[in-house]
């Protein structure tokens, strides 16, 4: 075997037995070709294991004082941070029950006594380069897994800095600020969270489709990008006609989100929130919203949050129609929606979380 001149590069053993004729015995086979340590009974073997950097292999002698080179190995196997060294049982006993408690223990191998040199040197080298094989596609898999982390991460961001992009421009033509964006989605969060506690809505609403919920809001007036300045930017009360081209604004923003999934040419899973939010959330409770005329939960619930966080923010929001509500205000006027414009469930929850609505509307008000 080609020994490693370099003494800090060699593999480090570690040689666990009771009788000093035998450490000498096998630190002078081994020392030629590995780094070496020594103990000479179980307890100390389990210090010198649990030490940074741990040693590639361990040869345990079985019968020791104290505990003996089974109970050694079971607790060098229950430990995470010495789990993975192997161990190889070095043993004077030839039966097969031995042997079979070795490897029930956690051993990868067994040399009997008196040992062979040639033996030794054989099985300490293929199971110390197996060791280092694994841990060299340990390290590979977990800069892997942390390249692909950071890029997800990456891409999440631009993701989200591309949504709230687009959703602001839709809102700077209409006169609206980024915020109204940040304020909305918080609040369709906030009332999904509050809503998940609920036994209808908890299959439902699970954490992941919270977060697409959150991430999809922003793009509940994008169609508004489609409406003439005439009629998006009057500051008096529309014409039916002109009430109308503005009602598009809903498809208008769907099947910008469809065309966009088509250009990508598979569809993206929280997309579909945003599709529902974007058609839906003028829809109303009793039937009597748009585009659709959909009623009660043939809307979508994303669409019924969405309805609500919108009218709750064009309450509290100075508009060139309308002054700002205050908190208060927007509560009472609200309350006539129920049952009418709202979902009963979604407005009762909205009125659980309304000190919390009032604290993110204070958070990124507009200034």
Request: some cysteine; hydrophobic content about 40%.
């Amino acid at each position: 075997m080609k020994s490693i001149d370099n003494q800090a590069e060699r593999p480090t053993v570690l040689i666990v037995d009771d009788t000093p004729e035998n450490l000498m015995l096998m630190n002078a086979l081994l020392s030629d070709h590995y780094r070496t340590k020594v103990a000479n009974h179980g307890e100390r073997a389990l210090q010198i294991a649990a030490q940074l950097p741990p040693p590639q292999l361990i040869l345990l002698d079985v019968m020791m004082p104290g505990i003996d080179g089974y109970e050694v190995c079971r607790r060098l196997k229950a430990d995470p941070a010495t789990a993975q060294i192997p161990v190889i049982f070095l043993t004077a006993s030839t039966d097969s029950q031995d042997q079979q408690r070795a490897f029930d223990v956690g051993a990868v191998d067994f040399i009997s006594k008196p040992v062979s040199a040639p033996v030794v040197l054989a099985r300490v080298r293929t199971h110390v380069e197996l060791k280092t094989s694994r841990d060299e596609l340990s390290n590979r898999y977990r800069t892997l897994e942390e390249e692909v982390a950071r890029r997800t991460r990456e891409v999440m961001a631009i993701q989200d800095v591309t949504i709230r992009v687009i959703g602001s421009l839709a809102e700077t033509r209409d006169n609206e600020t980024g915020n109204h964006i940040r304020r909305t989605q918080n609040y369709v969060r906030l009332l999904a969270v509050r809503l998940s506690a609920h036994p209808r809505f908890t299959a439902t609403l699970t954490p992941e489709v919270i977060e697409s919920l959150y991430k999809s809001a922003p793009l509940h007036d994008i169609g508004k990008v489609g409406i003439p300045d005439h009629i998006l930017l009057k500051p008096e009360k529309l014409t039916p006609e002109e009430f109308e081209i503005m009602k598009t604004h809903t498809i208008l923003g769907r099947e910008a989100i469809e065309r966009a999934e088509i250009e990508l040419g598979f569809e993206v899973g929280f997309l579909r929130f945003a599709k529902e939010i974007a058609l839906s959330h003028q829809e109303k409770w009793d039937g009597s919203g748009y585009p659709e005329g959909l009623a009660g939960e043939a809307i979508p619930l994303s669409a019924r949050l969405m309805a609500l966080a919108d009218v709750y923010d064009a309450l509290i929001s100075k508009r060139v129609y309308k002054p700002a509500f205050s908190h208060e205000e927007s509560l009472s006027l609200m309350a006539k929606g129920r049952g009418s414009h709202f979902d009963p469930e979604v407005y009762d929850a909205f009125l659980d979380v309304a000190d919390e609505f009032r604290k993110i509307a204070q958070q990124f008000a507009d200034h």
